[in-house]
């Protein structure tokens, strides 16, 4: 089953412009991740949050999780055309063993300079 | 710079082949993992390894193997291409705990014809 589902599937704004990204999943997790990635290229890890915290910042980064409807946003403050992107979530489930993240479909991110 | 590292960027193949997608990371993590991405279905966990000579199936192991003689290096086997696996392959490596995330390599665009 599908554990983390990114919305909106597509975003595109204006530079300078606030971009939020939404990730909901299923089951209990130890933690949630923010994953980037440039078209054809692989996965850069941005952010962990740990079930535990609420927000969490990095940069132009925040990262707020909701543990109790199973949910997380991404914002990225001051968008830059650099930013544009496809961003994934990714979950640490507490019933899967060890350090194994599952994926969602990610949201296609476009910075119009 | 450490980095994770997939010996192909682009590889074509022909149906019935055996093919091997070689990984090599140079920070000592224990966890090593392979998936596949594919468009409207993400990134799908095909196996992964907590150890050398350690391998515990993914999500969908079906058609592959993978081997782990040394920690550094993680190797995917097709053992016969078929088309429905033409995809981008990431490689990844973690600490345990999922401390700092995964290091993804660039990836390895594969296609079986």
């Known amino acids: 089953s599908q554990q983390g589902e990114e919305d909106p599937q597509a975003l595109s704004i204006q530079e300078g412009e606030n971009a939020t990204m939404n990730c909901s999943y299923k089951t209990s997790i130890n933690n949630l991740q923010w994953y980037r990635q440039n078209s054809g290229r692989g996965l850069v890890h941005l952010i962990l949050?740990?079930?535990?915290?609420r927000e969490k910042h990095s940069g132009r980064l925040r990262v707020t999780l909701d543990t109790s409807k199973k949910s997380s946003s991404l914002l990225i403050t001051a968008s830059r055309a650099a930013d544009t992107a496809s961003y994934f979530c990714a979950t640490d489930q507490t019933e899967t063993s060890g350090s194994r993240l599952t994926f969602g479909e990610g949201t296609q991110l476009t910075v119009n300079p | 710079d450490v980095k994770v590292t997939q010996s192909s960027r682009y590889l074509v193949k022909r149906t019935g082949e055996k093919v091997f997608l070689e990984c090599v990371q140079d920070?000592?993590?224990?966890?090593m993992f392979w998936y596949r991405q594919d468009p409207g279905l993400g990134l799908r966990l095909i196996y992964f390894s907590y150890d050398v000579k350690m391998k515990e199936k993914g999500d969908i192991p079906e058609g592959y193997s993978v081997s782990r003689e040394k920690k550094e290096r993680f190797s995917l086997i097709l053992e016969s291409a078929s088309t429905n696996q033409t995809s981008m392959y990431l490689c990844a490596s973690s600490l345990p705990g999922q401390i700092y995330g995964y290091t993804f390599g660039s990836g390895t665009r594969l296609t079986v014809v």
């Open positions: 920070m000592d993590h224990e966890n």
């Open positions: 949050i740990r079930s535990n915290e």
